[in-house]
């Protein structure tokens, strides 16, 4: 089902140190998993994917773990800069063409000096 | 890389009068694309799903009678607000594709005084 949060719960984390949000997605169906970053008053932005036969992918700054057991999402950023002050969303889905996507509530990564 | 565009960006209307938001994909074709609205502090939440050359799929509780959507061609989609109404207000944001292959467009902020 989809998810929705009435206040986003907030990450504050010092530059320079790691960052670890954590989803929990509904449908142990879905065999695709997206992290989005969005900034104020703009669109979703990819940061990374994963499938559902990984547990791990590694991108630049960034990791993305999946349990599928308990249906939990991670993404990881490392070294985290004021740039990565945002929102983060994880997103479900298949990797279908015309699939569509579900977003978890969301998180905001406030990052200070 | 692909890209999505939204036109307006942000829209001020009246209560009762109709709104158009246009989301188009640019240098590729989409079949498929995909109508959100965001509430503030809130997650994206799907509406509907557009089909080019058929009609559109609603998610549940999304009233298609107010919410029009038209796919005419395989790189524009338009969502029309119809009588809108101050609960109305609300950032909306398209994606073309699915799945992985998911491209969001910026986003419309459309206020209903």
């Known amino acids: 089902g989809e998810s929705v949060g009435l206040h986003l719960p907030t990450l504050s984390v010092q530059e320079g140190d790691n960052s670890i949000i954590n989803c929990a997605y509904s449908?142990?169906?879905?065999?695709?998993f997206i992290w989005y970053k969005q900034e104020s008053g703009k669109g979703p932005q990819f940061i990374i994917d994963?499938?559902?036969?990984?547990d791990k992918r590694q991108g630049q700054r960034v990791t993305v773990l999946l349990n599928k057991t308990v249906k939990h999402l991670s993404l990881q950023i490392a070294a985290t800069q004021p740039g990565d002050s945002a929102v983060y969303f994880c997103a479900e889905g298949d990797t279908g063409t015309a699939s569509k996507l579900t977003f978890g509530t969301g998180t905001r990564l406030q990052v200070t000096l | 890389g692909a890209v999505v565009s939204q036109h307006p960006s942000w829209v001020i209307c009246k209560s009762g009068t109709s709104v158009k938001i246009e989301c188009r994909s640019l240098d590729f074709q989409a079949t498929t694309m995909f109508w959100y609205r965001q509430f503030p502090k809130q997650s994206l939440m799907l509406m509907a799903t557009s089909n080019e050359g058929s009609k559109a799929t609603y998610e549940q509780g999304v009233e298609k009678d107010k919410f029009l959507i038209n796919h005419a061609s395989l790189t524009l989609s338009t969502l029309t607000v119809t009588s809108a109404h101050p609960e109305d207000s609300s950032f909306y944001i398209c994606?073309?594709?699915?799945?992985?292959?998911?491209?969001f467009g910026p986003g419309t902020r459309l206020t209903v005084t």
């Open positions: 449908n142990s169906a879905s065999d695709y």
């Open positions: 994963i499938r559902s036969n990984m």
């Open positions: 994606s073309a594709g699915g799945g992985q292959r998911s491209i």
